[in-house]
């Protein structure tokens, strides 16, 4: 293995070690700025730590070329592996592959926000049909400690049942000095100090704007379908729920760091 075999291979891993390192930086820019999920978790800390073995490639080319004095050695077989380098073919496979990474990337972040969206319906079902009983209590609202108490221990029961359900709610609409709020009552959310007294102010659920006209449209309209949304690793489930006159919503959310697309 002479110097001239020795500078050209360290030339080849150079460059492959750059262009795996833009692709590296372009994928996780893309990653971090859009909140894309798309890979399990042991892949995801796989790809964060082949950071340290690109950067382990580069090192070690540079310290062969500079051992092997790589400008005065291998002066003209660079000049020949840069003109076959710098290929027109090439360079136009090289920046097709930046189109095909976000696109790869996109659509794994798509499918694992369906792929939630289907687990979290499923859950819904189950709470709505499996449990009608307790769904029929929730329905029965009146703001008071009764309430409230009852619907921690339901949402608890319901919460038990299967050791990946999603966080669960129940959105009711009521009125504070004749101006309508959403009120969110959660499993663990309830704590009344001795001698204080009970607020609805307490349990109001902060909402977007967007989120408020779905809520107005459910109580006040006749609209019972879903509202799905997810956005950086959130995704929430909005699910009414009616009998007769009274409506809730059970409001489903879950959040997770990984994606689910990959093994």
């Not at 075999?5 to 930086?25: A, E, P, Q, R, T």
């Not at 340290?52 to 050695?73: D, K, Q, S, V, Y």
């Not at 108490?149 to 000095?177: C, G, H, M, R, W």
């Not at 109580?219 to 959130?234: H, K, L, P, T």
Request: no cysteine.
């Amino acid at each position: 293995m002479d110097n001239k075999f020795l500078v050209k291979l360290s030339n080849l891993i150079g460059s492959i070690s750059i262009i795996l390192l833009v692709y590296w930086v372009f994928t996780f820019i893309l990653i971090e700025i859009f909140g894309l999920k798309v890979f399990r978790e042991n892949l995801t800390s796989t790809f964060y730590l082949s950071i340290l073995g690109i950067l382990a490639l580069m090192l070690g080319a540079l310290i062969i070329n500079i051992m092997f004095n790589m400008t005065r050695i291998a002066q003209k077989h660079n000049a020949d592996v840069e003109r076959n380098f710098v290929n027109k073919k090439i360079i136009w496979t090289l920046l097709a592959i930046f189109p095909l990474i976000a696109i790869l990337l996109f659509s794994g972040d798509y499918f694992t926000s369906v792929r939630k969206k289907n687990m979290l319906i499923q859950s819904a079902d189950s709470v709505v049909k499996l449990n009608e009983n307790i769904s029929d209590q929730l329905l029965n609202y009146q703001f008071d400690e009764n309430y409230i108490q009852k619907t921690k221990k339901n949402l608890e029961l319901l919460s038990a049942t299967d050791k990946n359900f999603p966080s669960i709610a129940v959105i009711v609409k009521d009125s504070i000095d004749d101006s309508p709020v959403f009120l969110g009552f959660k499993k663990d959310y309830y704590y009344l100090p001795k001698d204080s007294v009970l607020r609805k102010v307490d349990y109001i659920r902060k909402t977007t704007e967007d989120e408020r006209k779905y809520l107005h449209s459910v109580f006040d309209g006749n609209n019972f379908g879903i509202r799905y949304s997810s956005y950086n690793g959130n995704y929430e489930l909005f699910y009414p729920y009616l009998k007769g006159n009274k409506k809730i919503i059970f409001y489903l959310s879950d959040y997770q760091n990984y994606g689910k697309v990959g093994s």
